[in-house]
């Protein structure tokens, strides 16, 4: 049920209940954001919204973070171009306590001249983080150069130098504007909470909110257009292409949707065939409609290597030139249509994402709008109200162009814009034709409520040849597929990235799903989703979006993918074709496409920061070896290689199929019996112990700004009993503004932005992780203090922070098993890592037997071994100022604890086994 009011202010307060959820889901909305701002005061209102942070009348900025941290929640906030927005998300039974904080941040906050200084120097930083990205850079760029001149066009965390420029006053000024005009502020519940405890909730905290002299937020967006290109010599060249599209109050916007799902809405869309299945231009290609205030853009995306950005536009134009002339096929748009539908169906199944969008569609439309109603407007969107759209947006020759790389063989600006012209007049419509008006009721089926089905254990059959079958029975869309015990750790040098060129390769054909058909049997047939990911030690195959009819043939597919892959040689290497003209072209092939992947992971610097972590930590292994391969690896592959390593080890007893959704575990049982349990069991080979190896690594990067630290140790296989205890002791020194190391290197010390720790979990072996991205002069103070507030926790972790992080964990937790795709998922990945199946009250069960003695133990361990330390560090970096691996162990020694296993005499141990005793 979803209920609607106003308080008397004009505040909007809207409410859907989703009882037994577990779970409440909170957004403040307000319709006032960067693009609001005068130019000279451009990152005004995100150092305003960061500093909101930093404390209140009553609270201060240690306090608000151990309020929320404490129950489980984080306290989000954010500013966009068009709206800020403070967030949070809790387990029920903290949302009085919790909605009280938000409240308070959003309303009171104090604006301390010390602490605004701090948040200062933290978006200082996250400019710097920001701009190693390539990607990031080009999409920043986009809207520079499609709103030039106006504040939606620039930067929202704004300039170093005029964020430094803003007083504490402007700061509280720009506050008082934020809320100036209540009616333009959204309050948005959703989740395991009653209309009547919301709108008390609401009430109580913002009904003396007063308007400012009837203050009415407005936005009047020109879409100007502009071609910005960034010379780079990196691998790619990341682009982004955007005209000018319906807005949102236009019924057209629904013929605009249609149009980025019919040309990029999956792998058997024209853009991923045209562009990377067949020329192997990309590795990601996609095109999106995205509404920003009373304007739209509708843009295409993509990463492509050297020398081929021409030919990727002149693809892109012959398939709107295509749409143009032919049109779309009624079937094509069903299908297209269906898909939207099943994807919103999905997003149905989250609680905070529903919150969200509501509080969105208010701020919009004025009323929240039902995914039936939806559903309804794009059915009586027909094939020439697409072309028409297309039309007017490629007839005025407006676009704006952003890239970040090398632009060789780029289309001018006036080939742009001629393609653009002749393209767009192609389209002629019928006389008196108009966009077909829609009914305000819909006519299709309500979605079913949701209902919580976390209380029912999933569970697990074991055929008689090995294969495993697993299921959670939920209410909503089905998801379902396989994972299979293959990742990077069982190749051998020769055979680096195979297991990632496989999992591309099975979707390239089975012995009855030939090439090209199996994304369009799960798309366009079904209006489903299809995808994959490779890891260090497993790889998987899912789908998503499906109805509980589509099961038995979507595991036909996966299971052909997965066990009888045809992985040819001309799919793999690439076809020869002949012209027209009788001369023959060698086209590019899957490797080809992979290689592009490997060559945009190359341009960013977070991803070469982890590959080097792998490298340095497990040289000369698997383990440390790049998940993808590389360049070198690949074209040394053949595809009887890949072949021979598939039938090594896509076996039965190596293979887990999971299913989450409305079916039964007998029905999928009985469905995978039917299909493969006459399969061989067969031994495959076992993977190579990894051995760990301590020391520093610091490598230069010319995107890089900031030095990209990470400090690693090892911790524990996924199947350790202590597995726990290390996910506890990495939340409590680096999960959240209340963790130990945030709380001392980024609030007290400054040294850095942010800083986290992570317990990375292999079935294999487990990775201890601190990372942050610091300057230069700052990696020797982080690494020292790190060590120091180690050794400190070794004495004094208390109870409190281990049952702060277990109510963190909970929340996380459910957080996984809240979607059908990310509990189906969860499943399969756990189980592969551990060998078991765990429902939500067992897998909570293990949390909560931690003790903080299990912890300290954790903590004693890590602090025994030689750690690797590694950085991306920029160009012409002075490495005085980095540590050597002598100075790394001094530190970690100098305030070595006494009160335990460990002594300031003990020398480090590398490769002993990881572990407390």
């Known amino acids: 049920m979803i209920e609607h009011f106003q308080l008397d202010n004009g505040i909007h307060v809207v409410c859907e209940e989703i009882p037994e959820s577990q779970k409440v889901g909170v957004q403040i909305r307000i319709g006032y954001g960067s693009a609001h701002e005068s130019i000279d005061e451009n990152g005004l209102t995100f150092l305003m919204q960061e500093s909101a942070n930093g404390g209140t009348a009553t609270r201060t900025r240690k306090q608000i973070s151990e309020e929320t941290e404490s129950r489980g929640a984080s306290l989000s906030t954010e500013t966009k171009r068009t709206c800020t927005e403070f967030s949070i998300s809790c387990l029920d039974r903290y949302i009085d306590d919790l909605f009280a904080v938000l409240a308070d941040v959003t309303l009171n906050p104090k604006f301390d001249a010390v602490e605004i200084e701090k948040t200062k120097a933290r978006i200082e930083q996250w400019i710097?983080?920001?701009?190693?990205?390539?990607?990031?850079?080009?999409?920043?760029?986009?809207?520079?150069?499609?709103?030039?001149?106006?504040?939606?066009?620039?930067?929202t965390m704004g300039s170093k130098d005029l964020v430094a420029s803003f007083t504490p006053e402007q700061v509280a000024e720009k506050h008082k504007a934020l809320l100036s005009s209540p009616e333009d502020i959204c309050i948005s519940f959703a989740g395991d909470i009653k209309v009547e405890k919301a709108k008390e909730l609401a009430e109580r905290y913002f009904k003396d909110l007063k308007p400012a002299q009837e203050v009415k937020h407005t936005l009047n967006l020109e879409f100007v257009g502009q071609d910005m290109r960034d010379e780079q010599d990196n691998e790619q060249l990341n682009l982004l292409f955007a005209m000018k599209a319906p807005p949102v109050s236009d019924d057209k916007r629904y013929a605009a949707m249609l149009l980025k799902q019919l040309l990029s809405g999956g792998m058997s869309s024209p853009l991923f065939?045209?562009?990377?299945?067949?020329?192997?231009?990309?590795?990601?290609?996609?095109?999106?409609?995205?509404?920003?205030?009373?304007?739209?853009?509708?843009?295409?995306?993509?990463?492509?290597?050297k020398g081929n950005a021409g030919e990727l536009l002149d693809t892109v134009f012959m398939i709107f030139d295509d749409f143009i002339k032919k049109g779309f096929e009624q079937d094509d748009i069903d299908r297209a249509v269906e898909s939207l539908k099943r994807g919103l169906d999905a997003m149905d199944e989250g609680i905070y994402g529903k919150a969200v969008s509501n509080a969105s569609q208010i701020l919009r439309h004025g009323r929240t709008v039902s995914t039936p109603e939806i559903y309804q407007k794009l059915k009586n969107v027909?094939?020439?109200?697409?072309?028409?759209?297309?039309?007017?947006?490629?007839?005025?020759?407006?676009?704006?162009?952003?890239?970040?790389?090398?632009?060789?063989?780029?289309?001018?600006?006036?080939?742009?814009?001629?393609?653009?012209?002749?393209?767009?007049?192609?389209?002629?419509?019928?006389?008196?034709?108009?966009?077909?008006?829609?009914?305000?009721?819909?006519?299709?089926?309500?979605?079913?409520?949701?209902?919580?089905?976390?209380?029912?254990?999933?569970q697990i059959t074991e055929l008689p040849n090995g294969l495993k079958v697993m299921t959670s029975e939920r209410p909503g869309t089905l998801s379902c597929g396989a994972w299979v015990g293959a990742g990077a750790i069982h190749e051998t040098p020769e055979l680096n990235g195979a297991t990632h060129m496989n999992e591309h390769m099975m979707f390239k054909g089975t012995p009855s799903y030939p090439a090209g058909t199996i994304d369009k049997t799960i798309e366009s047939e079904m209006g489903g989703h299809l995808n994959a990911y490779t890891s260090k030690d497993q790889t998987a195959y899912y789908f998503y979006n499906l109805l509980p009819e589509h099961l038995e043939k979507v595991i036909d597919i996966c299971g052909?993918?997965?066990?009888?892959?045809?992985?040819?040689?001309?799919?793999?290497?690439?076809?020869?074709?002949?012209?027209?003209?009788?001369?023959?072209?060698?086209?590019?092939?899957?490797?080809?496409?992979?290689?592009?992947?490997?060559?945009m992971y190359n341009d960013d610097v977070g991803s070469r920061a982890m590959y080097l972590v792998s490298e340095a930590t497990y040289p000369d292994q698997p383990q440390g070896r790049p998940i993808l391969g590389t360049e070198a690896s690949l074209r040394a592959m053949t595809s009887q290689m890949l072949r021979d390593y598939r039938d090594q080890f896509y076996v039965p007893n190596n293979v887990v199929f999971s299913a989450a959704g409305p079916i039964k575990h007998a029905d999928f049982v009985k469905c995978i019996e039917d299909k493969f349990s006459a399969l061989p069991q067969v031994d495959f080979p076992a993977y190579e112990e990894p051995v760990y190896k301590g020391g520093t690594v610091f490598r230069e990067m010319k995107d890089a700004k900031l030095c990209n630290f990470v400090l690693t140790t090892p911790s524990v296989p996924a199947t350790h009993e202590a597995s726990a205890a290390y996910t506890m002791l990495a939340m409590i020194l680096g999960t959240g503004e209340s963790s130990r190391l945030s709380q001392k290197i980024v609030d007290e010390l400054g040294l850095t932005a942010d800083i986290g720790g992570y317990n990375m979990q292999y079935r294999q072996c487990g990775d201890f992780h601190i990372a942050a991205d610091v300057k230069a002069e700052n990696v020797k103070p982080v690494l020292e203090t790190?060590?120091?507030?180690?050794?400190?926790?070794?004495?004094?972790?208390?109870?409190?922070?281990?049952?702060?992080?277990?109510?963190?964990?909970?929340?996380?937790?459910?957080?996984?098993?809240?979607?059908?795709?990310?509990?189906?998922?969860?499943?399969?990945?756990?189980?592969?890592?551990?060998?078991?199946?765990?429902s939500l009250e067992e897998t909570l069960a293990e949390i909560n037997?931690?003790?903080?003695?299990?912890?300290?133990?954790?903590?004693?361990?890590?602090?025994?071994?030689?750690?690797?330390?590694?950085?991306?560090?920029?160009?012409?970096?002075?490495?005085?100022?980095?540590?050597?691996?002598?100075?790394?162990?001094?530190?970690?020694?100098?305030?070595?604890?006494?009160?335990?296993?460990?002594?300031?005499?003990?020398?480090?141990?590398?490769?002993?086994p990881a572990g407390p005793s």
Do not use: W
């Open 128 to 155: 710097d983080a920001k701009n190693q990205n390539p990607d990031a850079r080009a999409g920043s760029q986009l809207f520079e150069a499609v709103f030039s001149g106006q504040a939606a066009g620039a930067e």
């Open 849 to 912: 037997a931690v003790t903080v003695d299990d912890v300290k133990d954790a903590l004693k361990s890590i602090l025994e071994f030689a750690p690797t330390v590694t950085a991306i560090v920029p160009e012409g970096t002075d490495h005085s100022l980095l540590p050597s691996n002598e100075e790394v162990l001094v530190m970690r020694d100098r305030h070595r604890f006494q009160g335990g296993r460990l002594g300031a005499s003990q020398s480090a141990q590398p490769n002993k």
């Open 382 to 458: 027909t094939s020439e109200d697409i072309q028409q759209v297309l039309a007017e947006m490629l007839q005025s020759g407006e676009y704006a162009f952003s890239g970040v790389g090398p632009h060789d063989t780029m289309l001018s600006e006036d080939d742009i814009r001629v393609n653009m012209e002749a393209i767009g007049s192609g389209f002629k419509a019928s006389q008196n034709k108009a966009l077909a008006k829609t009914q305000d009721k819909a006519q299709a089926d309500e979605i079913k409520p949701f209902t919580s089905e976390f209380g029912k254990a999933p």
């Open 273 to 305: 065939t045209e562009v990377r299945d067949k020329r192997g231009l990309v590795y990601s290609v996609h095109s999106s409609y995205y509404p920003v205030g009373d304007a739209a853009l509708f843009f295409i995306g993509a990463g492509t290597g």
């Open 560 to 599: 052909e993918m997965v066990f009888q892959a045809n992985i040819d040689e001309e799919e793999f290497d690439g076809k020869t074709i002949t012209n027209p003209d009788g001369t023959k072209v060698k086209m590019k092939g899957e490797r080809d496409v992979v290689i592009e992947e490997i060559g």
């Open 786 to 838: 790190i060590y120091a507030e180690l050794n400190r926790a070794c004495a004094d972790i208390t109870d409190e922070e281990l049952q702060k992080v277990k109510i963190m964990a909970e929340v996380g937790t459910i957080n996984k098993y809240e979607k059908n795709q990310s509990a189906c998922d969860s499943m399969g990945r756990k189980y592969m890592k551990t060998g078991k199946l765990q």
